[in-house]
């Protein structure tokens, strides 16, 4: 509902909605595609080791409208545009002998589009829409400078967090979103950092505790009830989608960051 008659409702578990084709677990007798923590799907160092991360991101990333056939395409298709100026970065930038890597990498075209597939009748049943999926891909010399400049990973880090909060509220806030974060190096405050995206917003504590920190912004016609959740990725499927979202981006670019000095030191494992 647009106008919730609380300040804290309860997203929908979407595993549930979603269970003819999603679950949690990478061993599934129906096929289902796994979504969870990126950490407990991605296998390191095994040949199909991004496989369930590369299945899930690319099957909702067509549910989003997006095909991309390619690692760059893949980057613009999250709304990052870094990727197009790696002047700074030889290792990422594409070159005659080193062009972006052609997508999927550890599945089929096939078995991707039977995911989709499957993934799209599901969603149309339950009627849950996949609007955006987007990430903040930051390359090293650019965090570098923000950690420079702050002296703060975690400062650093949740200016990121803010800029998506802020294009939720945007987009968004006429519909009264509840936005669900993972915990943040483990603070339980959040208000004056919220304050701070929509200063003029009326902000009411919901809850601060251990598990979670839950905040009502109101302004106008635009509200939005943000919960800064442990174990997040656990508990809601789009943060567990965001972090296998994330986990998926940078494996892609670091294979290519391995693949450019493998090249020129052989010798360095």
């Keep these: 509902s647009p106008h919730p008659t609380t300040h804290d409702p309860s997203p929908p578990t979407l595993w549930s909605l979603l269970t003819r084709a999603v679950c949690k677990t990478r061993s599934d007798k129906r096929s289902r595609i796994a979504v969870n923590d990126s950490k407990k799907l991605h296998t390191p160092g095994a040949a199909s080791g991004l496989r369930h991360l590369e299945l899930g991101v690319l099957a909702f990333t067509g549910l989003a409208g997006h095909r991309p056939t390619c690692v760059g395409a893949r980057l613009g298709a999250l709304g990052e545009n870094a990727h197009r100026q790696l002047n700074r970065l030889p290792w990422y930038a594409p070159t005659d002998d080193q062009p972006w890597q052609p997508l999927p990498t550890s599945c089929t075209t096939g078995e991707v589009a039977v995911a989709r597939g499957m993934l799209l009748k599901a969603a149309t049943h339950a009627n849950v829409k996949l609007i955006d999926l987007g990430a903040a891909v ?19 880090s949740f200016t990121f967090v803010a800029r998506h909060l802020d294009t939720i509220w945007q987009r968004f806030g006429r519909n009264a979103p509840t936005v ?32 979670c920190s839950a905040y ?26 965001a972090s296998m979202v994330s986990k998926y981006t940078r494996e892609l670019l670091m294979a290519r960051f391995q693949a450019w000095f493998k090249q020129r030191l052989p010798d360095v494992q």
């Design 138 to 156: 930051v390359f090293e010399d650019r965090f570098n400078e923000m950690v420079a400049a702050t002296r703060s990973k975690a400062a650093t």
């Design 180 to 211: 669900v974060v993972d915990r943040q190096s483990g603070r339980t405050h959040y208000r004056e950092m919220l304050s701070m995206i929509v200063p003029d917003a009326k902000m009411t504590v919901i809850e601060e505790s251990d598990r």
């Design 216 to 241: 009502h912004m109101q302004h106008g016609d635009r509200a939005m009830t943000i919960r800064f959740e442990v174990d997040g990725d656990g508990n809601h499927l789009p943060v567990a989608l």
